[in-house]
Nanobody, 121 residues
Framework: VQLQASGGGLVQPGGSLRLSCAASGRTFTTYVMGWFRQAPGKEREFVARFRWRINVTYYADSVKGRFTISGDNAKNTVYLQMNSLKAEDTAVYYC???????????????WGQGTLVTVSS
């Protein structure tokens, strides 16, 4: 599985961004797809995860109600819609694919290259 993340940028507090993660590989829909982020000087943290076919989602408390993860099977792409962005959302965002329904980054075998999101006025 190969993953390509995109969509990051500079946005003002309260604004929105949509991140995309394009996946390739014949069996990518069998994986759990996750978004993680890493702010400067901090450890990588879980943001959201998604399971294909049954469209089950799960979110970190810090983003619940503001972020939405979804997938488009026809486009082989997973999205992270981010609304009501805050300065503390500033980080490099990574998409990942793994075999287990978990928030632990160590369980995800495949990673995209990361896309920077900066929330600032």
């Amino acid at each position: 599985v190969q993953l390509q993340a995109s969509g990051g940028g500079l946005v003002q507090p309260g604004g929105s961004l949509r991140l995309s993660c394009a996946a390739s590989g014949r069996t990518f829909t069998t994986y759990v797809m996750g978004w993680f982020r890493q702010a400067p000087g901090k450890e990588r943290e879980f943001v959201a995860r998604f399971r294909w076919r049954i469209n089950v989602t799960y979110y970190a408390d810090s983003v619940k109600g503001r972020f939405t993860i979804s997938g488009d099977n026809a486009k082989n792409t997973v999205y992270l819609q981010m609304n009501s962005l805050k300065a503390e959302d500033t980080a490099v965002y990574y998409c990942a694919a793994g075999s287990y329904w978990t928030s632990s980054s160590t369980a995800y075998a495949y990673w995209g290259q990361g896309t920077l999101v900066t929330v600032s006025s």
